[in-house]
């Protein structure tokens, strides 16, 4: 038998990048994957359809309490139960965080309303399915910029921050449902393929000498998921960035 096999799990804002990597590497491993996108149906549907396992694609927005739902209820409709969550989706805009003025308040709400609320309401909802699981997880896909102030712009790192803690709370409180953080640093991404100037930075200062890639990432998640007793951890794998500056 694969190592994951039996295992359902859902990871939102799967049609590329980190969440895409994620949804294969757990699939590869034998898990049934449900695949998530806001509004590249396309390319989610795309990605559901190589996956080596059973899959399904579900088109929702996160920011929606009543999306959250539906994505719930058809991955229950689809595979009968839900074990390991993986809260990926999210939203940024580069501000600069010494402009205010630019960190408008519809910049604001949106980060919040996908970052924060979106994943606070689906995670809400599925604690009844990961309470019935053997080993219900949840892992939030964060950034180093939860523990650092840096990041896009100010608004992205209170999110991120606020999901580092909703992680510890959320483990402290609702065992044995288990709940861990990744915490990149800039990852190479097709969301960041512009950010040439970012990335030559991080690459001049970090010990490691590049960005973060999806597959980092996704690996980060498989460590957390296999060790069942590791909860309330933030993950942060960032080529060592927070030691230098």
Not at 90 to 102: F, K, Q, R, Y
Not at 200 to 209: F, L, T, V, Y
Request: charged letters at 20%; one cysteine or more.
């Amino acid at each position: 038998m694969a190592e994951l096999s039996g295992m359902v799990a859902l990871v939102t804002g799967s049609s590329s990048g980190i969440g895409e990597r994620t949804a294969q590497r757990l699939s590869e491993l034998g898990a049934k994957v449900v695949v998530n996108s806001s509004s590249s149906v396309e390319a989610g549907r795309a990605v559901a359809a190589a996956l080596p396992g059973e899959s399904h694609y579900v088109q929702a927005d996160i920011s929606d309490k009543e999306q959250c739902q539906r994505l719930l209820d058809e991955t229950v409709a689809k595979f009968g139960r839900l074990d390991l969550l993986v809260n990926n989706a999210g939203w940024t805009t580069l501000v600069p965080h010494g402009d205010l003025d630019a960190l408008t308040d519809e910049i604001f709400m949106r980060t919040f309303e996908v970052n924060v609320f979106g994943t606070w309401w689906l995670t809400k909802a599925a604690m009844p399915l990961l309470r019935a699981s053997q080993d219900g997880h949840v892992v939030n896909i964060t950034s180093v910029a939860g523990v650092r102030p840096v990041g896009s712009s100010i608004a992205y790192s209170m999110t991120k921050a606020a999901l580092n803690q909703m992680t510890r709370l959320m483990a402290k409180s609702h065992g044995p449902v288990r709940f861990n953080a990744v915490a990149p640093g800039l990852v190479e991404t097709p969301w960041t393929a512009d950010w040439k100037t970012q990335h030559a930075g991080i690459a001049a200062i970090n010990p490691i000498k590049r960005s973060a890639t999806p597959d980092d990432c996704a690996e980060a998640v498989l460590a957390l998921v296999r060790n069942k007793y590791v909860t309330g951890e933030v993950f942060v794998i960032d080529g060592g960035l927070t030691q230098v500056s």
